[in-house]
């Protein structure tokens, strides 16, 4: 697989084809990725120095088309222009973009992504690689079309709405006749855009010599866009009359999903009656009643104003990828310095983005008891992957598993224009110091902050860069390695003032169920453990006293509470740091019919017990000890057999989880690994985040120095 480089005299050319069909399949054939939108924006704006970039498979496949230009001595962009709100890179697999660099050659230290749309990008919320910065351009709206009209405009905030029917009331008052017209076909489209064009050369744009004019660049642009658009139906302008004057117009692209205005425009003289608003207006009833398209995107950089008419918005973003990991380093040092500089504490507000605070809410709690249910509805959400991300886990974690050391300092974020919880991110405060960690202890398994979409970390950005301005250090742990979430939190670090390390912590061995039988998945275990377990089987219930019980729920918990205490104190583990801790989950998972608690017997007495969770169709491996006297029986591999029949015949899992550790005999019985890795983030703007930064670094050169031996 590799990249080649394509001089572009005229347009794509032979490109345009497989330009479209990437477009098509990975972005639902976007309207400012068509082909016939950039073949205009090369011929009419383009420098005559971009190049096409191919990356083809092994076989000879085009899977990904790039177009870029030298924009400084070690720097390349993304060819745009301030015709279009985003820019295209069609490219599948993000990490294809690392290797430009060979492509490109020479002194090449950073590539720009301008413009990237999150919903339109590989990017998304996970950057290719760690060398890798974004930073944001602009907010841009989008109204989803689904249900009616009048059920949208219901949900509009109060003051909206009283301002559009005060303005109609206006303006039907002092006009007769209000018309709005919705014109499509390609004979009409040159005399619409003419209109266009004068209305806006008519205003503030015209005095400014940056007006659409049908002479200039811009106007020439626009007319062959909404031509070449108008021939399969893909082009529409609306208007708005007052008594036969135009006072208002709007430009439109779109597919059979989305619908996007290009450009607007209205009579200043007419400012009173907010004509673009009322057309606004009319347009969206229009498409509602229409439902030719799913969405209409506005592409803008919001104002306050703008907002109450969107159902959701997102962040267009400027995405650079660096060479090495030390250019990274020095760019988003330097960064800091100058946030320093500047007064800029986060570094990340950019000036001409509307002020986060305008798009959410974020809340700090101090106790789970506090939560409110939005927010515990999303914890619970979150336990579908393990049943240590849940609210009822981290309730008794609170309560009877953190030491006096420690504080919860929980923080939520919601959305105020959906009004939705959008991120949970449950940390603990370490009291006299300048510190935040995971809330997790040495009960916890795994840990990730709760996003409701993980395509989606501005809401996480947002959170991390508010508690940047306070904090020196922050850990997260234990995080999957191998899940797109720890991508996302390294991502979200990096982008709000944080410079983040990460280390391995602990393998993680499991079991994918495909069977419902355990004879088969028996045959599949070592024939070294399939004679012990006979061995041992034999030996141990010879005597008929002996036995192995399952408790579950019921009146025996309490008693099954004090057996599995009395084996754990009989055993070779350390004791509990938190006793209260084991029977507290205990009680609680057996409420909820999710325990599984395995203890063998030996005249009675107990000898050996596990402590397993089911949740989810998933079997975790929770607590396991046996007393040492009775080591002869194994009753440890005793258990697990026992359990492993249950859990796949009984409880019918998907899969059975031994969580923390790589010990061998993990391996005997599971037959795939993962692994869990810590996050260690640091402040730039406090010394001890620099002194933690400099022993980082520091330990890292030593580790190279000795691998290097």
Known sequence: MSWHKVHLDDGLGEYSDIWNQLNDELYKNNPFFDARFVNNLLKIFGTGKEYLFVHSTHEGAVDGLVILKKQKVFTWTLFT???TQISPV?????KLLDSLFRQIGGLVYQIDFLSQDPFYTCFDSILPSVNSFYQKHALTLSIEISGDFVQ?????????RKNLRRYFKKAKKEYDEIDF???????KMNEAFARYALLESSGWKGKENTAINVNNKQGEFYSRILTDYSVSQAATIYELYFNDVLVASRLAIHNKNILILLKTTYQEEYSAWAPGRLLLYLVLEYEFNLKRVSSIELYTNATKEQLPWATHFRYIKHVSIFKNYLIFFLYTLLRQVR???KGNQTNVKEKNCLNEEQLYDDFLYKSFDELPDSVIQIMNDAEKESFDLSYSWFCNLEKNGIDESCQPFILALKNKISGDVEVVLPLLKIRNKNELRSFSTYYTTRFKPILVDEGKCDGLVYLLSKICRKYAVLNIYPILHEKDVFKITVSALKNSGWISFYEFFYGNWYYSVNTNSFDDYYKSLPSILRNTIERKKKKFFFDQRNRIDLIMNGEKIFDAINDFNKVYLESWKTPEPFVDFIPGLITLLANQNELRLCIAR???????????IVKNRKAFIYKLAYDEKYASFSVGTLLTEHMMRYVIEVDRVSEVDYLIGDEKYKQDWMDSRRELWKIKAYNTHTVLGLVFIVKEKVKSMVKRCVYAK
């Open 181 to 187: 017209k919705v014109i499509t076909q390609t004979e």
């Open 339 to 341: 946030g320093i500089i």
């Open 81 to 83: 222009s301030s015709q």
């Open 602 to 612: 030996f005249h009675g007495q107990p000898i050996g017990a596990q402590i397993w």
């Open 152 to 160: 949208y405009w219901s949900q509009r905030k109060k003051q909206l």
């Open 90 to 94: 069609l490219v599948g697999d993000v």
